[in-house]
């Protein structure tokens, strides 16, 4: 199976502050996609973003941005302007034919952001 | 809106009880899944299937069991349910075997077993 490691159990930042969240993954493969997914206490998941690894440019969403590095196999969440909602767990998601895509996820990471 | 409905948001189980999980998708996707969300282990596949009647075992699918008898409902089924089993059980859908977007995730169903 593919590994997706996030690195960072917990991270907190302050509101209106820009924070990055890591997220490294292992795969022979040259075709995938990865995801971010946020999922907030009522416990629905929300997929933030998401990147197709045959493209060079960097995803965006909004506040929400990716650095996506193939060669060192890293794909990290930049979130802007951060706002008392994106308080929640974050998961990074790897996907490609060989998991029948099906999403491997990372452990999470818990981001808390305060006043 | 699309939908994918998990049958009980929490559930209590004895020890050596038969549980089913249920989930509903109305979207007619063809792939759906489930998924155990434990802390500090994030989401760890189970089982998933194609197509009704089949099924794909997951990353740990040791202790459960799998029931695709309609497109729309795909069933988890503990057949002795264990204390290692308390958790959270999410369900997804995805439109097709080749379709990498379009996932949709239920609510979760948080089981204890006591």
């Known amino acids: 199976a593919q590994t997706v490691t996030q690195s960072q159990p917990e991270m907190s930042v302050q509101e209106a502050e820009t924070v990055t969240l890591s997220c490294t993954y292992d795969?022979?493969?040259?075709?995938?996609?990865l995801f971010w997914y946020k999922q907030p206490p009522s416990r629905q998941m929300i997929l933030v973003i998401r990147?197709?690894?045959?493209?060079?440019q960097n995803a965006t969403e909004n506040r929400f941005s990716v650095n996506f590095q193939k060669a060192a196999k890293s794909f990290s969440l930049k979130i802007s302007d951060s706002q008392l909602g994106d308080t929640a767990m974050y998961f990074c998601?790897?996907?490609?034919?060989?998991?029948?895509?099906?999403?491997?996820f990372g452990k999470g990471t818990s981001l808390l952001v305060t006043p | 809106d699309v939908k994918v409905t998990q049958s009980s948001r929490y559930l209590v189980k004895r020890t050596g009880e038969k549980v089913f999980l249920e989930c509903v998708q109305d979207m007619d996707h063809e792939n759906m899944f489930w998924y155990r969300q434990d802390p500090g282990l994030g989401l760890r596949l189970i089982y998933f299937?194609?197509?009704?009647?089949?099924?794909e075992k997951g990353d740990i699918p040791e202790g459960y069991s799998v029931s695709r008898e309609k497109k729309e409902r795909f069933s988890l089924i503990l057949e002795s349910a264990s204390t290692n089993q308390t958790s959270m059980y999410l369900c997804a859908s995805s439109p097709s075997r080749g379709q990498p977007y379009g996932y949709t995730f239920g609510s979760g169903t948080r089981l204890t077993v006591v």
């Open positions: 795969t022979s493969e040259n075709n995938y996609y």
């Open positions: 990147q197709e690894a045959y493209k060079q």
């Open positions: 299937s194609y197509d009704v009647k089949m099924k």
């Open positions: 998601a790897f996907m490609n034919s060989n998991s029948g895509y099906a999403l491997n």
